[in-house]
């Protein structure tokens, strides 16, 4: 008995011979591959909606919606954590991370702002005046500098109105703010700040938060102010130097201590650049690239970046057409410098046009990298922290994307879908920026009510 309870328990169970094992483990391979499908369909559709963990940016806040901006006085910048936006009628301060309004400075009286400087030091000057729309030899008088922090008023003081500033239109470099300076075109004063009587424009430097008079700058006797700029190192003028037909503009740099002019050099040498019928625009102070439209031409995004060195000299003449493409430097969002480079969208292509990001080195003027990643077209760019992020648009989707790239080499670093339509709103990109994992999109409408502020985060 003990033997054959031994043999049976060493005996083999009964053979399964109906298939069901078989059967059960197909089974499972399909359950497996079918949700390995429904997986892979559902992750292409979070992908193309812009709702892929890892791959995706989403909506954080948007401000309120405000009624339609005039086309002057414009602005937005993020100024630690705060977003600051100046429209034609008050500028107004957001909390960056919950959108929540801190403060709103409206100008006095019936003033509208006409122009504004880029910020410094959380200052931001404003030049403001009456009638602004309504004459074309009075207005844009004053000057005001704002505490972007409180959005208290700091100082405000008077200059003299010139045809650049005044009919509402938006000025560029009218005043500057940099190295603790609030820079103004001014009329020309004595030693008593008093106006000398053939009112030649200048240069006028006061203190930043203060306003106390710092200095005026001598500026050659033919040669009259279009722009100004300043920063840490140095404050530049563009002028417009020599008589009558034979003027031609010039980039001067004037000592931030005392306002001595330290050289004035002609845009090109070689080509003398008239002043009659173009505008200039301060792309950078430092280092310093001026960018020069041609007459009747501002719509089509054409026109020369003019870039010099540390030494005053210029280094690189840059046309808007080459072969980095046809740069389009119709808007703030599109152009940028940092460094040794220009970094632009571009258009390529004659019957089909597409556009992407390129740089350009400042340098030698040479074509230094084109991006084009996925098939879309570049609308807008930001540089910081030596990276480029790029706002693209999809040709056959329509849908949106953030592509960052390396600011040396072009090198993709990230890729993003947007869950929400960022460009295709009424109205124009007014500012484009990426800081500490935000994106922050900046809107002026003018055919109607728009949102001044979107803020998208990465998840």
Not at 37 to 59: E, F, N, Q, R
Not at 97 to 104: A, L
Not at 352 to 361: F, G, P
């Amino acid at each position: 008995m003990g033997t054959t309870d031994a043999r049976a328990g060493n005996a083999p169970g009964p053979v399964d011979r109906s298939g069901r094992g078989r059967r059960t483990g197909c089974l499972v391979v399909a359950i497996v591959a079918v949700l390995a499908l429904v997986g892979g369909l559902v992750s292409g559709l979070l992908m193309i909606v812009g709702h892929m963990p890892g791959d995706s940016l989403d909506t954080v806040w948007e401000a309120p919606a405000d009624p339609a901006a005039a086309e002057h006085g414009n602005g937005s910048w993020p100024v630690g954590d705060v977003l600051v936006r100046s429209r034609f009628d008050a500028v107004t301060g957001y909390d960056v991370r919950t959108g929540k309004q801190r403060w709103e400075y409206v100008p006095p009286g019936r003033s509208e702002i006409c122009s504004t400087s880029a910020p410094d030091d959380s200052v931001l000057l404003l030049v403001h005046g009456e009638n602004v729309a309504a004459t074309r030899t009075e207005g844009c008088a004053d000057v005001t500098a704002l505490d972007l922090k409180t959005g208290k008023e700091l100082w405000s003081g008077s200059r003299k109105a010139s045809p650049e500033a005044t009919a509402g239109g938006p000025v560029s470099g009218a005043v500057a703010a940099g190295g603790g300076l609030a820079v103004v075109l001014d009329t020309w004063t004595d030693g008593d700040g008093e106006a000398v009587a053939d009112g030649r424009k200048a240069v006028r430097a006061v203190d930043l938060r203060t306003g106390e008079r710092r200095w005026t700058a001598a500026l050659p006797e033919d040669c009259l102010p279009f722009d100004v700029g300043a920063a840490q190192r140095r404050v530049v003028a563009v002028l417009s130097c020599g008589k009558e037909d034979r003027a031609e503009l010039t980039a001067a740099a004037l000592d931030p201590a005392t306002g001595a002019l330290l050289h004035n050099e002609p845009l090109d040498a070689r080509r003398p650049v008239a002043p009659f019928g173009v505008r200039t625009a301060l792309v950078s102070v430092d280092p310093l690239v001026v960018f020069v439209r041609p007459p009747y031409e501002e719509r089509a995004g054409t026109g020369t970046f003019f870039a010099f060195g540390a030494d005053g000299r210029r280094t690189s003449r840059i046309e808007s057409s080459g072969e980095h493409g046809k740069i389009v430097a119709d808007k703030p969002s599109k152009v940028a410098v940092d460094g040794e480079r220009l970094y632009a969208v571009a258009e390529f292509g004659k019957s089909s046009t597409s556009s992407r990001a390129v740089a350009v080195d400042l340098a030698t003027g040479r074509f230094a990298w084109q991006a084009n990643p996925g098939r879309g077209d570049a609308v807008a760019l930001a540089v910081h922290d030596g990276k480029v992020t790029v706002l693209q648009q999809d040709r056959g989707s329509f849908t949106e994307e953030l592509y960052v790239l390396d600011g040396a080499t072009g090198e993709e670093l990230d890729d993003r879908t947007f869950s929400v339509n960022v460009d295709q709103e009424d109205g124009w990109l007014g500012g484009f920026f990426d800081r500490d994992g935000l994106l922050i999109v900046s809107r002026y409408d003018t055919e109607g009510p728009g949102r001044p502020f979107v803020v998208y985060e990465r998840w």
